[in-house]
């Protein structure tokens, strides 16, 4: 049985840099193929695609947001880390771990985390 | 980047009726689209793949159809459970998604 769940602060404030924590089960990061993917939800917004993790240690990153983003893994853990620098109140959103399918889908996701950006 | 357009916004349907939500792709995305549902606080649930494959466990009165720029997803007869938010998602060419389709009680 897949499961993810993210972990991290409810609460930062500007100019801070979130930290994100991805803790999954079900699968392995050393295997061949898998893949783990952040994406975020502003509140009653539609959904936006952040970064991807793989099992070879290849990232990549939204063209829109890279400059601020670091995506890393602890495999022993099965843990997938994301770092946003810079935060600004319009990254206040649930921020969704997910598993990226072979295809390039998502069939596995996390429960979320709302992260509100405020001083 | 492949801009996702989805129609209508919101959809009014009475339960046992059928529902029709399109999502179009600025270009062709080929066949590499899915389809979510997403109810209020919760994460989305994949429902389709590969724009017609049910994703595992979804009931089969959801299909999808279509290839490279015009997508749809019906409901064929709704239940109560139904009532939820729809997205596409392209990944032809890295990932976005559409604004959502809310299916909303009629």
């Known amino acids: 049985q897949v499961t993810l769940k993210e972990s991290g602060p409810a609460l930062v404030k500007p100019t801070q840099t979130l930290t994100l924590t991805c803790t999954f089960s079900?699968?392995?990061?050393?295997?061949?193929?898998?893949?783990v993917s952040w994406i975020r939800q502003p509140p009653g917004k539609a959904l936006e695609w952040l970064a991807r993790?793989?099992?070879?240690?290849?990232?990549f990153y939204s063209t829109s947001l890279k400059t601020r983003l670091t995506i890393s893994k602890d495999t022993s853990k099965n843990q997938v880390v994301l770092r946003m620098t810079n935060m600004d109140p319009v990254d206040t959103a649930t921020y969704y771990c997910?598993?990226?399918?072979?295809?390039?889908?998502?069939?596995?996701w996390g429960q979320g985390t709302l992260v509100t950006v405020s001083s | 980047e492949i801009v996702m357009t989805q129609s209508p916004a919101t959809l009014s349907v009475s339960p046992g009726e059928r529902a029709t939500l399109s999502c179009r792709a600025s270009?062709?995305?080929?066949?590499?689209l899915a389809w979510y549902q997403q109810k209020p606080g919760q994460a989305p649930r994949l429902l389709i793949y590969?724009?017609?494959t049910r994703a595992t466990g979804i009931p089969a009165r959801f299909s999808g159809s279509g290839s490279g720029t015009e997508f749809t997803l019906t409901i064929s007869s709704l239940q109560s459970e139904d009532f939820a938010v729809y997205y596409c998602?392209?990944?032809?060419?890295?990932?976005?998604f559409g604004q959502g389709t809310r299916l909303e009680i009629k």
């Open positions: 998602q392209q990944y032809n060419n890295w990932i976005t």
């Open positions: 993790i793989d099992w070879d240690n290849d990232k």
């Open positions: 997910t598993r990226w399918s072979t295809g390039g889908y998502f069939d596995y």
């Open positions: 270009q062709s995305v080929s066949s590499n």
């Open positions: 079900g699968f392995s990061l050393s295997t061949s193929g898998m893949r």
């Open positions: 590969g724009a017609s």
